[in-house]
Antibody
Framework: EVQLVQSGTEVKKPGESLKISCKGS????????IGWVRQMPGKGLEWMGI????????RYSPSFQGQVTISADKSISTAYLRWSSLRASDTAMYYC??????????????WGQGTMVTVSS | QSALTQPPSASGSPGQSVTISCTGT?????????VSWYQQHPGKAPKLMIY???KRPSGVPDRFSGSKSGNTASLTVSGLQAEDEADYYC???????????FGGGTKLTVL
């Protein structure tokens, strides 16, 4: 079964760093892009960025460029989303997702269960 | 890069049809046939309902259909059922720099 399993709920303070993960299984991890999507409380889906684990080619939405870092460790089939200094406005659910086809993007057909990040003093 | 434009809400009675629009630009919706639609129930991850404008993944009822004209894509839900009540998001490929953009979402209410 193809699936993405994300790391658990996080509660952090402003200014702290954080790295959440998304582990792929049931498919060749290096052959598919992995995207990250933010959903703030009560709000819509926002495209953050996408990485190709095969060569770590990464593309960011302009809104998130410089705010987060997307990476991947292909040896353990895991993608990451990292913040160096969290803000209260980073409080959101974060989803990772995999496109339908290897090597390209048309739509996300596989989604992780989401990681809830709460940033509060 | 701006989000695609969707109406905040839509509604219909059981058995009726409802259409949700998604307006972008020639740099996203109008430029590629990579428009997809997602259904999201409260507390759940999004679910792919339509891809490549009008194709349905296996398991999605044929009551769901998609189309595109120019810079506007549409999702039509026919024969509305109570379980169709959810938030719906469109998405489009937007070029190799960023890859994708979502719409703001539409809350579909089954009256």
């Amino acid at each position: 079964e193809v699936q993405l399993v994300q790391s658990g709920t996080e509660v952090k303070k402003p200014g702290e760093s954080l790295k959440i993960s998304c582990k792929g299984s049931g498919y060749i991890f290096t052959n598919y892009w992995i995207g990250w999507v933010r959903q703030m409380p009560g709000k819509g889906l926002e495209w953050m960025g996408i990485i190709y684990p095969g060569d770590s080619d990464t593309r960011y939405s302009p809104s998130f460029q410089g705010q987060v870092t997307i990476s991947a460790d292909k040896s353990i089939s895991t993608a990451y989303l990292r913040w160096s200094s969290l803000r209260a406005s980073d409080t959101a659910m974060y989803y990772c997702a995999r496109p339908m086809y290897s090597g390209s993007y048309s739509a996300f057909d596989i989604w992780g269960q989401g990681t809830m990040v709460t940033v509060s003093s | 890069q701006s989000a695609l434009t969707q109406p905040p809400s839509a509604s219909g009675s059981p058995g009726q049809s409802v259409t949700i629009s998604c307006t972008g630009t020639s740099s996203d919706v109008g430029g590629y046939n990579y428009v997809s639609w997602y259904q999201q129930h409260p507390g759940k991850a999004p679910k792919l309902m339509i891809y490549e404008v009008g194709k349905r993944p296996s398991g999605v009822p044929d009551r769901f259909s998609g189309s595109k004209s120019g810079n506007t894509a549409s999702l039509t839900v026919s024969g509305l059922q109570a379980e169709d009540e959810a938030d719906y998001y469109c998405n489009s490929y937007a070029g190799s720099n960023t890859f994708g953009v979502f719409g703001g979402g539409t809350k579909l209410t089954v009256l």
